[in-house]
């Protein structure tokens, strides 16, 4: 049995605190990811979307999904938005859409991963471009009826300058995740 698959085996039979801490840390590293941004208008780029693809795939979709949803209730009181900004206001601003998206995304990615279905690379790649859709389709549906846009311009500042970023945290997910998923086919 290989050192991953024991890794994972244990990480499922886990008591309650520690699926608990998992879930706390996750949300804490959103958090984090958020405070790392390249400042630009009207979204930043951040780390937030490829530690949700993170928490869906080591996570599940019930406890990925949580540990998002977490992070968005610790974000109502505490600087865990990105360049450390917080409050309902952040949540309803113009990037609101893409924050709320988080949680969604870890469900379904987490669903979609945790099928029964293909362990293979391609699975994982697919399931992972499916939590980059919702997060951006969502987030540009919301940018564009937060700050009154066309969609064309609203695909142009808040989808397009991602594609290459979030395919680049795709393929780092996937780099981290393919070893645990492929263990698990064994």
Same mark, same amino acid.
């Given at each position: 049995?290989?050192?991953?698959?024991?890794?994972?085996?244990?990480?499922?039979?886990?008591?309650?605190?520690?699926?608990?801490?998992?879930?706390?840390?996750?949300? &804490?590293?959103?958090?984090?990811?958020?405070?790392?941004?390249?400042?630009?208008?009207?979204?930043?780029?951040?780390?937030?979307?490829?530690?949700?693809?993170?928490?869906? &795939?080591?996570?599940?979709?019930?406890?990925?999904?949580?540990?998002? &949803?977490?992070?968005?209730?610790?974000?109502?009181?505490?600087?865990?938005?990105?360049?450390?900004?917080?409050?309902?206001?952040?949540?309803?601003?113009?990037?609101?859409?893409?924050?709320?998206?988080?949680?969604?995304?870890?469900?379904?990615?987490?669903?979609?991963?945790?099928?029964?279905?293909?362990?293979?690379?391609?699975?994982?790649?697919?399931?992972?471009?499916?939590?980059? *859709?919702?997060?951006?389709?969502?987030?540009?549906?919301?940018?564009?009826?937060?700050?009154?846009?066309?969609?064309?311009?609203?695909?142009?500042?808040?989808? &397009?300058?991602?594609?290459?970023?979030?395919? *680049?945290?795709?393929?780092?997910?996937?780099?981290?995740?393919?070893?645990?998923?492929?263990?698990?086919?064994?």
């Amino acid at each position: 049995m290989t050192t991953a698959t024991t890794l994972h085996r244990s990480l499922l039979r886990t008591p309650l605190a520690w699926q608990t801490a998992a879930v706390v840390g996750f949300a &804490a590293l959103t958090a984090v990811g958020a405070q790392l941004v390249v400042p630009t208008e009207p979204v930043p780029f951040t780390l937030q979307t490829l530690v949700t693809l993170l928490a869906a &795939a080591f996570l599940g979709r019930g406890r990925g999904a949580f540990s998002q &949803a977490l992070y968005l209730i610790g974000g109502l009181a505490l600087p865990a938005f990105a360049g450390g900004t917080f409050g309902l206001a952040v949540l309803t601003g113009a990037t609101g859409g893409y924050l709320l998206a988080l949680p969604l995304a870890a469900l379904v990615v987490g669903h979609l991963l945790g099928g029964s279905g293909s362990r293979g690379l391609v699975s994982t790649v697919v399931s992972l471009l499916a939590g980059v *859709v919702i997060i951006l389709g969502l987030g540009c549906l919301w940018l564009k009826l937060a700050l009154h846009l066309p969609w064309s311009v609203a695909f142009a500042q808040g989808v &397009a300058p991602f594609i290459g970023w979030e395919l *680049v945290k795709v393929a780092a997910v996937t780099a981290l995740v393919q070893p645990f998923r492929a263990a698990r086919a064994a």
